[in-house]
């Protein structure tokens, strides 16, 4: 996934257990109105409400771990009433919108069995962010602990594990569909595909942290193209959600490789891949002193339909060389998602250490920045 989240998992590597238990009360605000669906505009170009037709800019935070690094899944039951207290956290931050990341084996637990405790804890999910007033960007498919993935998953052949991604979205698209909340469903996080003449022997592209955050969908090209290949993944599974909801937006987010390879060209966006992807989502790092860089991958992936930088954050260039990158993509872009592990700006505030000092001066810049964001609510 993120530097961002890889270098936490390694600042997280001492923080004790007590730190789980010094959550600070906060205060719970009234529930919120009725949230209306995003849509795309008619010029193709923004999000607007559907019911008021005004522009919608998405201020939001990516909320897969918390700060000990344990994924949703891992605490969505038993410790339930800290995921409501962090959604009311987000909220009161200025966030309209939350990205959370669902691992295909807690979803599936068989090739062809979906788990309907954890589809039913999804729907309960869904119930909160609507409750609260936020939209969610629902990714899918993590496979971020790899012990967490079952060994029949990674047997399989690149069509069955397929099958079993389209299972799984059909599954959650069921229990999203008729919610105004669902900003969007991501199909995979970071997906990548083999080298030319190279065959893969594992799905999973690499460890960091005990994580692994991107992954491969083919081991093999066999004589296909890059775009052949990833555009029957991305139809196959838009297939699958549109069987269940017609409705709300389909995206994936990727790796701009403009910024490591100068003239790389979007992949997943490709004309012949990415037609039935609603709008473009790339994960952005800004560098101290290579800005442009930054910029240019933002230009290079402005290609006609919305665009948002799905995770960012200040972690190589600082706070005021991000903000400077945040107003110069404004034009391009129409919303940014960071971060949020659980811990309130006072808690990160009242712990001495780097990770918290890092995690406090986000959480700062992103309360302060918000009002500029979205200053009306205009996502009611």
């Known amino acids: 996934m993120s530097l961002l989240h ?20 906060s205060p719970m605000p009234a529930e919120a109105p009725s949230l209306q669906r995003i849509v795309v505009s008619q010029d193709g170009r923004h999000f607007v409400g559907e019911r008021t037709g ?12 918390d700060h000990e690094g344990r994924l949703l899944e891992d605490y969505w039951y038993d410790q339930w009433p800290i995921v409501v207290e962090d959604f009311h956290e987000i909220k009161a931050l200025g966030a309209n919108a939350v990205r959370v990341h ?9 090739p062809d069995a979906v788990n309907e405790r954890a589809i039913q804890q999804l729907a309960r999910l869904v119930k909160l962010a609507e409750r609260i007033g936020l939209y969610l960007d629902i990714t899918g498919l993590g496979c971020y602990h790899k012990a967490d993935v079952p060994a029949w998953y990674d047997t399989l052949s690149e069509h069955d594990r397929w099958e079993v991604q389209a299972t799984f979205w059909q599954a959650v698209a069921g229990v999203c569909a008729d919610s105004p909340t669902i900003f969007c469903y991501d199909l995979m996080n970071e997906p ?3 080298g030319r003449n190279k065959v893969e022997t594992d799905w999973l592209a690499g460890e960091f942290g005990g994580k692994h955050f991107v992954q491969r969908i083919s081991l093999d090209l066999a004589g296909r193209t890059r775009q052949q290949v990833a555009g029957a993944w991305v139809n ?5 959600i549109r069987s269940r909801d017609k409705r709300h937006m389909i995206t994936v987010g990727v790796i701009p490789w403009v910024m490591t390879f100068p003239g790389a060209r979007p992949l997943f966006y490709d004309d012949a891949v990415g037609a039935g992807l609603d709008f473009v989502s790339i994960h952005v790092y800004p560098r101290k002193g290579e800005l442009d860089s930054a910029l240019n991958a ?23 060389a991000f903000d400077r990158f945040v107003d110069a993509s404004r034009d391009r872009a129409d919303g940014y998602f960071g971060f949020y592990w659980g811990r309130t700006l006072a808690e990160c ?14 959480l700062d810049y992103f309360q302060t920045k918000s009002p500029q964001m979205i200053p009306a609510e205009d996502s009611r």
């Open 102 to 110: 669902l691992q295909v084996g807690r979803f599936m637990i068989g």
């Open 349 to 362: 505030r009242a712990d001495n250490t780097l990770r918290s000092g890092i995690m406090a001066d986000w």
């Open 6 to 25: 890889r270098v936490g998992c390694i600042l997280a590597i001492g923080v004790t257990a007590w730190l789980g238990s010094c959550r600070a009360t």
């Open 192 to 194: 990548i595909l083999p």
């Open 236 to 240: 196959r599974l838009t297939k699958a």
């Open 298 to 320: 933002v230009k290079v992936f402005d290609l006609g339909k919305p665009l948002v930088i799905e995770e960012c954050a200040p972690l190589y260039c600082g706070r005021e």
């Open 54 to 65: 005004q522009r919608v800019v998405i201020w939001g935070v990516n909320y897969d771990h």
